[in-house]
């Protein structure tokens, strides 16, 4: 469980605020020693000066040296102490601006500020929480300028002391949401050993785990001394109040869950996936040749290249038809197409080119279902056999206004024939030790495997169907072995 401090030059700055006994001055933060807890500490430097040398600057210097987690960091300081720091990071909100002005009133300078990357005006909302991500910290001044476009001109930090009555409440309602265990008095319950946020995307059609699972998340967590708390693609700037950090949502490399999972691993939280796994899982490149590598049975794989026509001649004459041509980073059989034909080839890959230069073609092997192997810390978890949409080749079947997916049923890993077993291990063990989906056919007595998710589905009524709340309890106990693990400083 983690404690959080709010550090501030002297208490009667807080006086205008409800009263905490984790609001501390800098001098009493000067005498705390990390030797007196193994807590992790989440620190919140409210000091009124953040300039080199100042109280607030070595507030955020002993912080780190401490190993506490604090915002802002010394890094954060330095790069708005210079706009030459700072001005390199905004280059890419040009966009961002043109959205928040588009129905403005044309002025020349216009500030506003951010509180913990919310702003009460709507129309600035995405560019504070971008400008948060980038620069974590508690008031944000922000100035912008408007000529043939608008811009940022000067980005500060400044003290919740200048603040005005209205701007106090707003500053006020900004920190319950950042960090509600500072103003909320603690419920009658057992305290919980590590808090454990997981991300997800409510608004998400087709998510890793359903409401179902999530639910059992939380409520078996907090049976077994975990605090689980949701977060979405807005809580960013929180990720250092927790312990750990499980993504529910479909990840990508180009995509907000990527970052998430960079800024955990940089932190120090166990984050399952790991920025490794995604890396490696979400590109069907990078797997292919790392089934090939590795010698894993899988399909025989060619990489089309868009620069070379020569490729198609020799996929039709080596492959035949149908063959099946992916997009490196599909999903839920999305970008995944057979083609009967040298036309429909033609055709297909033209389109998929649009959207990668690199083109997977794979052997068409048809089954009546796919294995699903889970897989956690490198050992088999639960097994799943997802069927084919009737009348079709794939377990989903996409059209304009809906998704069909085909049946399924879940087994004990005991009943899993063994050449499938062994070749989902055998295809997890290159990338980590992390919580995999492998998707394996079976073809007379052997395994083939297709591709490995670093965030397979765990949903309530179906992964879990064999082992019901068991499923669930094995990943949070490893969730807590891991982080019983990090606190001791073993990896």
């Known amino acids: 469980m983690a404690s959080t401090l709010l550090v501030v030059d002297d208490l009667s700055d807080w006086n205008p605020y409800y009263p905490s006994d ?37 507030c955020s210097l002993l912080a780190e040296a401490r190993n506490h987690h604090v915002i802002p960091s010394v890094k954060v300081i330095n790069d708005l102490g210079k706009n030459a720091l700072y001005s390199l990071q905004l280059d890419d909100l040009s966009s961002t ?29 995405e560019l504070t929480r971008l400008l948060f991500e980038r620069f974590p910290c508690p008031i944000l001044e922000i100035t912008l300028q408007g000529q043939l476009q608008w811009q940022i001109i000067d980005l500060k930090a400044v003290s919740h002391r200048s603040l005005d009555d209205a701007e106090q409440t707003l500053f006020a309602e900004a920190l319950d949401r950042f960090s509600k265990k500072i103003w909320r008095k603690s419920r009658t319950r057992k305290a919980a050993r590590y808090d454990l946020a997981i991300l997800i995307n409510p608004a998400e059609k087709l998510p890793p ?43 990508a490399i180009d995509h907000y869950t990527y970052r998430f999972a960079k800024k955990a691993e940089k932190e120090g939280l166990l984050v399952i996936d790991d920025p490794t796994s995604i ?23 060619w990489i089309l290249h868009k620069g070379n026509a020569m490729h198609l001649d020799q996929l039709e004459q080596a492959a035949g038809f149908p063959v099946v041509i992916k997009i490196p980073d599909g999903s839920f059989s999305r970008g995944i197409v057979k083609v009967s034909n040298r036309q429909e080839l033609d055709s297909k890959v033209s389109e998929l080119f649009q959207q990668s230069a690199l083109l997977l073609a794979q052997e068409f092997l048809y089954t009546d279902f796919d294995w699903r192997i889970g897989i956690f810390n490198n050992k088999a ?57 492998v998707d394996v056919k079976e073809i007379k007595g052997k395994g083939y495997v297709i591709e490995v998710n670093d965030n397979p589905n765990i949903d309530s009524g179906i992964e879990d169907k064999y082992l019901g709340d068991e499923l669930y309890k094995v990943i949070l106990s490893e969730f807590v ?9 073993i990896n």
């Open 22 to 58: 984790q609001v501390i001055t800098f001098e009493d933060y000067l005498g705390i020693e990390q030797a007196e807890s193994d807590q992790r500490v989440r620190i919140i430097n409210l000091c009124s000066s953040y300039a080199y040398l100042s109280d607030g600057y070595y």
């Open 97 to 125: 601006l043109a959205r928040a002005f588009k129905y403005h009133v044309s002025i020349t300078d216009f500030k506003l500020y951010s509180f913990f990357g919310t702003t009460p005006d709507p129309t600035f909302q």
């Open 209 to 251: 785990s359903n409401r179902g699972a999530i639910k059992k998340f939380i409520n078996l967590g907090r049976q077994m001394g975990v605090e689980v708390e949701l977060i979405t693609q807005q809580h960013y700037g929180r990720i250092p109040e927790f312990d750990g950090l499980f993504i529910r949502e479909t990840t």
């Open 279 to 301: 890396l490696r899982c979400a590109n069907k490149v990078y797997l292919a040749d790392m089934f090939r590598t590795h010698r894993v049975p899988s399909p025989k794989t």
């Open 381 to 437: 978890l639960y097994a799943c056999r997802y069927f084919m949409v009737k009348n079709h080749w794939q377990i989903y079947r996409h059209s304009r206004n809906r998704v069909d997916s085909g049946d399924f049923d879940t087994l004990p890993t005991f009943e899993v024939p063994k050449a499938v077993l062994e070749a989902a291990l055998k295809a997890t063990h290159p990338i980590g030790n992390g919580l995999y989906g």
């Open 481 to 489: 072995r891991r982080m019983e693990n990090r606190s001791k400083g």
